[in-house]
């Protein structure tokens, strides 16, 4: 039987969040409008940019909001060409996954990043060989949409009740649920694991070695 487990990105697997409420303070700077709240922009990482912008400024017109995301790519890009950008992979992920595919494990990854972003995370903590199918919001409609974890589930082969989805916001739960995958949380990310439960989360994980253990029980 074909095994596929499928992660978020951010939240799950790297801790990305001083780096995107930084943007996303300059993006709301300079388009003029006051800085949005941090906790409110953590609970909308894993949602594409014009859906997050959408929720942060609810009476948001279409040129606004197109503004904003272009500022936050303009404020990010920056970030990691300055070599500042703050990304860092969760002690223990690094062994989940090595643990996965050393058991036959097929892995992919589905996320609200851009495929530039992704590919530059995965690159610089040399993650890019353990994945088939890496999924972004370049090319997909944004969580909870289930589009993502169909195109991940065609390119590695894989039917619905062969694969899981790991994730760390309802959003992960809800786009699992749609597309008939089994839905595991995390505890470590922008979501609360009672958020997690009540979106579909079968199980939530509260440890990375918690989380090894549960797939490979």
Not at 130 to 153: G, I, N, R, Y
Request: aromatic fraction near 6%; charged fraction near 25%; proline fraction near 4%.
């Amino acid at each position: 039987m074909t095994k596929l487990a499928v992660f978020d990105c951010d939240g799950t697997l790297i801790d990305g969040q001083a780096s995107i409420c930084r943007a996303m303070d300059e993006a709301f700077a300079e388009t003029g409008l006051p800085a949005p709240d941090a906790h409110q922009v953590r609970r909308m990482v894993g949602l594409s940019l014009p859906q997050a912008m959408r929720r942060l400024v609810p009476d948001i017109d279409e040129d606004l909001q197109r503004n904003l995301v272009d500022a936050y790519k303009r404020a990010f890009r920056a970030q990691r060409e300055a070599g500042e950008l703050s990304q860092q992979l969760f002690e223990g992920i690094a062994e989940v996954l090595d643990a996965l595919h050393g058991a036959g494990w097929q892995l992919a990854v589905a996320t609200g990043m851009s495929r530039r972003g992704l590919d530059h995370c995965l690159a610089s903590h040399s993650l890019t060989k353990h994945f088939v199918s890496l999924q972004t919001a370049d090319d997909h409609p944004s969580k909870p949409d289930p589009a993502m974890l169909e195109a991940a589930l065609f390119e590695a082969a894989a039917e619905p009740s062969e694969a899981v989805m790991i994730g760390d916001t309802a959003y992960d739960m809800q786009m699992a649920r749609d597309a008939g995958v089994r839905a595991i949380g995390v505890d470590w990310g922008y979501h609360s694991p009672e958020e997690l439960r009540a979106a579909g989360a079968e199980f939530v994980a509260t440890s990375r070695q918690e989380l090894k253990a549960y797939l490979l029980r």
